[in-house]
């Protein structure tokens, strides 16, 4: 449960690598807040979304000349072994490792601003299935992922679903 895990790359961490709590400031397209995403990163690519039932992966391609697009991956955790069956969230997302980087947010839909958004090294979904914690992590290298099974689990019992995808290579 929220094991430090040894990086086989120990590198520091680059601030263009730090997941931010959302604290109201996040807004969609439409310019409704974004309650349900929990942690966010900012200066990433792919961005992140992390939510309670999925972690989103977006990427944005500005073009000028053709317009801009923008492609997403959605990384949902399946606790009970099956998409059909309707089941309660498992799991627990937790941060740590806080950083001393943070942003402020001076937006029309936050008339007070939003200060001291602070930056963490690594947020967990603790229990993404029964026995098993997923890491969310990075360092100079980039964004990275663990997925950390405790003695005896079978492994069987990862199961993901992915949308938004057209193959997956």
Known sequence: AN????DPKPELTSPSHYYYENQGQLIDDNGIIRE??????ERSTPAMYMRDEA????????DPVNGNTTSRIDFKFICGGSPEVEEEQCWEI???E??????????????????????????VYENAFPGVDFHLYSNQWGLKSYIVI????????????????????
Request: proline share 4%; charged share 20%.
């Open 3 to 6: 094991a430090q895990l040894v």
């Open 36 to 41: 349900d995403i929990k942690f966010y990163t």
């Open 55 to 62: 972690i989103s992966f977006v990427y944005q391609d500005v």
């Open 94 to 96: 937790i941060s740590s």
């Open 98 to 123: 806080g950083t001393e980087d943070y942003l402020n947010y001076y937006l029309p839909h936050c008339s007070e601003g939003i200060t001291g958004v602070k930056g963490y090294e690594r947020v």
């Open 150 to 169: 405790e003695p005896g689990v079978d492994p069987g019992n990862i199961l993901f679903q992915f949308e938004g995808q057209d193959s997956i290579e």
